[in-house]
């Protein structure tokens, strides 16, 4: 079995990749950060002797997009999963006082990201009339927050787009889940204000957020249903929040 991973360079996208390893599956972990990328790789072929293949891009750049999917080769293009993990929040403001910058980054990389691995991994899974597209999108695709606008306009977007692949995918006998985490613990917040870690670690102040690693068993527990059963949609939050804005903090 073989998963490509997107964003497997930190957060969901790591743990997801050594779930994966650990029972088994070959994997191709794309990612922007080459020396974490290969460090990964080089890791997870020691621990559990499976094959890896990396290929460093940005699921933003259509070219490398395509110059990448293109060069897989032989037996790794038998691609079983696609784990469609890499995105990001950039910036917290209202909607006046937006950074341009920063909806550009968003919009590129949750949606047009997506959907460029998506186009040119989806013909590959066609072909064979079998395999799973797993989507993370987020609590912020359910329910809008503060300041949350046009991230969370993304997300709303990949839970949108994960409900019209399962339409277009249901002939092929292709699974698609939709995977919506509310706070989790990773590199997310110290991206989201760009680098601040003070401001970062606020996020998860005196509460116990959900890990990566909670989320990685999740996705796995889906792509590991029997091949009749199809998870389409899952809602994971921390015990301590309620909702996309609501958090009780001790």
């Keep these: 079995?073989?998963?490509?991973?997107?964003?497997?360079?930190?957060?969901?996208?790591?743990a997801s990749a050594d779930i994966f390893a650990k029972n088994g599956w070959d994997l191709i972990l794309t990612g922007r950060r080459k020396d974490r990328l290969d460090a990964i790789a080089s890791?997870?072929?020691?621990?559990?002797?499976?094959?890896?293949?990396?290929?460093?891009?940005?699921?933003?750049?259509?070219?490398?997009?395509?110059k990448n999917i293109d060069s897989i080769k032989g037996e790794w293009r038998n691609i079983d999963l696609l784990l469609n993990n890499a995105g990001l929040a950039s910036g917290l403001s209202t909607i006046q006082e937006g950074n341009i910058d920063d909806w550009e980054v968003m919009i590129d990389t949750n949606i047009k990201g997506l959907l460029y691995m998506t186009r040119h991994i989806a013909p590959l899974l066609i072909a064979k009339n079998k395999g799973h597209i797993i989507n993370i999108a987020s609590l912020a695709g359910k329910q809008v927050y503060p300041n949350g606008n046009v991230y969370c306009a993304t997300k709303f977007a990949v839970d949108a787009l994960s409900k019209a692949m399962r339409i277009d995918m249901v002939q092929h006998g292709i699974r698609v889940t939709n995977?919506?985490?509310?706070?989790?613990?990773?590199?997310f917040s110290?991206?989201?204000?760009?680098?601040?870690?003070?401001?970062?670690?606020?996020?998860?102040a005196n509460i116990k957020p959900l890990s990566a690693e909670d989320i990685a068993e999740t996705i796995?527990?889906?792509?590991?249903?029997?091949?009749?059963?199809?998870?389409?949609?899952?809602?994971?939050?921390?015990?301590?929040?309620?909702?996309?804005y609501v958090v009780h903090r001790k």
Excluded: C
């Excluded at 998963?3 to 996208?13: D, E, F, N, R």
């Design 1 to 14: 079995m073989v998963a490509l991973i997107t964003g497997a360079t930190s957060g969901i996208g790591k």
């Design 43 to 66: 890791d997870l072929q020691k621990k559990y002797k499976i094959k890896p293949l990396t290929l460093n891009f940005d699921v933003r750049n259509l070219k490398n997009v395509v």
């Design 179 to 187: 995977i919506a985490p509310g706070m989790v613990e990773t590199e």
């Design 190 to 204: 110290l991206v989201r204000f760009h680098g601040d870690a003070e401001r970062a670690q606020k996020t998860y």
């Design 220 to 244: 796995y527990w889906a792509a590991s249903r029997p091949a009749h059963v199809n998870i389409s949609d899952v809602v994971i939050t921390a015990t301590a929040q309620a909702n996309a």
